[in-house]
């Protein structure tokens, strides 16, 4: 008799940032003083005109099925704001809005790998990229970047990486969980090379509006012409806007794998959830409002980002790279010679501070902590920190 679980069931592995989260929010409501640094979750709350919008639409009786790749109007606002970025003649047709900007990752992989076909994925890497690929029966090939290459990898590094069966190449920029950012240079080598390989790149930009010191972070489908053709660029509005929960992701793609990946969704989701919609409509409507909002929520994630930066690194055996962008700091912690796993569970276990082992991402050596947290978390869980290293 076969197994009960189908070989993909039995293959993939639950997501180890939820499980950290999972954790620290059990021990919580036991009551525990966590410091929670494990989830990638803005602590705002949704702009309220966002909210409002939302809520307008309910009030309207926007409830019902819409079309499954997205409301027009949204998919329009979302051609127009890729044009802007520099990438060419997107079209609505060109967009699709999905339930989160994961759900768009794995629309993406899974319009254009088959099974056997490698996937290129420069680690430290987002957790669910392996996963997804080998759901969709392709084979992850890692191209490492260490803290010395400031954790980013060269287009030669990829050219090496590149057999006769690669489809597809993932760049993450700026990145979870290492907050790297490519430059437009950096980015259009690796771009470039793909394009006259004929090999996919899938460039997920869901923090790309969360930089910092002057960083700008480019569209990979804006670098070269030809990009539009090879590129699908994966986003979201979870991270920018505040809203996790809201469960809304985008994807601008090549004409031929915008209509599969528009199919892929009409024949398992449908829609993404219709007056949700509405409100991330709002934010092309009230571009000032949206830019007040985001503006001050990067404020406060700077001023945390480099509050953490300075505590980490002053613990002595302790060594953080100036990451530039999202929310995360991936400090390196191989002087105490422990796994990051036993680390975090042993600084869960003895200091109530909840972070996510490096291994995680692909380098035991590290370990992740979200910044998107309130600044007397991040006092309280350095000194915790601090004490916890001194220890070991
Ligand atoms: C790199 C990256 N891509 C995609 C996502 C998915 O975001 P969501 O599905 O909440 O829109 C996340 C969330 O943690 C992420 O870190």
Do not use: H
């Amino acid at each position: 008799m076969n197994g009960r679980l189908s070989n993909w069931a039995s293959n993939i592995a639950p997501s180890p940032t939820l499980v950290v989260d999972g954790k620290s929010k059990k021990l919580k409501a036991e009551g525990k003083d966590v410091c929670g640094f494990g989830a990638g979750e803005p602590d705002f709350d949704t702009p309220s005109f966002i909210k409002e919008a939302c809520a307008k639409a309910i009030r309207d009786g926007k409830t019902k099925y819409i079309p499954a790749s997205g409301l027009p109007a949204l998919r329009q606002a979302l051609a127009d704001f890729y044009v802007e970025r520099g990438v060419p003649n997107v079209k609505a047709p060109n967009i699709i809005v999905s339930p989160g900007g994961k759900f768009s990752c794995y629309l993406a992989i899974k319009a254009v790998v088959s099974p056997g076909d490698e996937v290129i994925i420069p680690s430290p890497y987002w957790v669910s990229y392996p996963e997804m690929v080998k759901l969709c029966g392709g084979v992850p090939v890692f191209v490492a970047a260490d803290d010395s290459a400031d954790f980013k990898v060269s287009a030669s590094q990829i050219k090496a990486a590149m057999t006769e069966k690669t489809k597809l190449i993932i760049l993450n920029s700026p990145s979870n969980p290492t907050g790297a950012v490519y430059t437009g240079d950096e980015l259009s080598e690796i771009v470039k090379l793909a394009v006259e390989k004929r090999i996919f790149v899938m460039a997920d930009e869901i923090y790309s509006f969360l930089t910092y010191d002057g960083k700008k972070a480019v569209c990979a489908a804006s670098v070269c012409e030809q990009a539009r053709d090879w590129v699908i660029v994966t986003s979201g509005f979870s991270k920018t806007y505040a809203m996790t929960g809201w469960r809304l992701g985008t994807m601008c793609a090549p004409d031929d794998i915008a209509a599969a990946a528009a199919s892929i969704q009409s024949q398992t989701t449908s829609n993404a959830t219709s007056f949700a919609q509405f409100g991330a409509l709002a934010v092309f409507e009230n571009r000032d409002l949206a830019s007040v909002a985001v503006s001050e929520m990067l404020a406060s994630f700077d001023r945390r980002r480099l509050m953490l930066l300075n505590g980490l690194n002053s613990i002595k055996g302790i060594s953080c790279r100036r990451a530039e962008g999202a929310f995360y700091l991936f400090p390196n912690i191989s002087s105490f010679g422990l796994s990051s796993t036993d680390f975090c569970s042993k600084i869960l276990d003895e200091e109530l501070v909840a972070i996510v082992p490096g291994i995680a991402f692909g380098a035991d050596g590290n370990v992740r902590f979200s910044y998107a947290v309130s600044d007397s978390v991040i006092e309280k869980g350095l000194e915790r920190m601090a004490r916890f290293c001194a220890k070991l």
